[in-house]
């Protein structure tokens, strides 16, 4: 039986901040904590796996934040997570749209779940961020406290 929680939103970052931009996930979760945004839980993940499928059962909403190499627009992505066949599972790591179809099909809970992709360039073994993946991370935080923090 899940426990009942006073937040109802989740966000998980996703990444290592050993791999370079790997680790603009976690920057984003350290930033979301700077900001003291009640009702709002907050969770580091290297990477996800089939137990963070009852984890995001108790909420209501839950964005993944996560690095990407994928080219994009605005130096980030916001869509909404779609569930996947469960011939998309590993036992290595899963994707989002993995955990949310698990969490569908084992807890019958279907919260909102939205995927935050931050474009990233350099993904040495190194800490820190590369320029351009500052500058990607800057842009993804003003659109969550213009757009999403108001939603939550």
């Known amino acids: 039986m899940s426990k009942e929680r006073a937040s109802r939103t989740l966000v998980l970052g996703i990444?290592?901040?050993?791999?370079?931009d790997d680790g603009l996930g976690w920057k984003f979760i350290d930033f979301l904590k700077e900001q003291k945004i009640e009702d709002l839980d907050l969770d580091y993940?290297?990477?996800?796996?089939?137990?963070?499928?009852?984890?995001?059962?108790?909420y209501d909403r839950v964005i993944f934040?996560?690095?990407?190499?994928?080219?994009?627009?605005?130096?980030?992505?916001?869509r909404p997570c779609s569930k996947v066949g469960m011939t998309e599972m590993n036992s290595h790591s899963l994707h989002p749209e993995t955990v949310y179809s698990l969490c569908?099909?084992?807890?019958?809970?279907?919260?909102?779940?939205?995927?935050?992709?931050?474009?990233?360039?350099d993904w040495g073994l190194e800490t820190g961020l590369s320029s351009e993946a500052e500058s990607n991370l800057e842009r993804a935080k003003r659109y969550f406290i213009a757009h999403l923090f108001v939603y939550l």
């Open 104 to 121: 569908s099909a084992v807890y019958d809970k279907n919260p909102e779940c939205l995927i935050m992709g931050i474009e990233g360039k």
């Open 45 to 58: 993940r290297y990477q996800l796996q089939i137990e963070d499928a009852e984890l995001i059962s108790n």
């Open 15 to 20: 990444g290592n901040c050993g791999r370079k």
């Open 65 to 78: 934040v996560d690095a990407t190499k994928e080219p994009t627009t605005d130096g980030f992505y916001l």
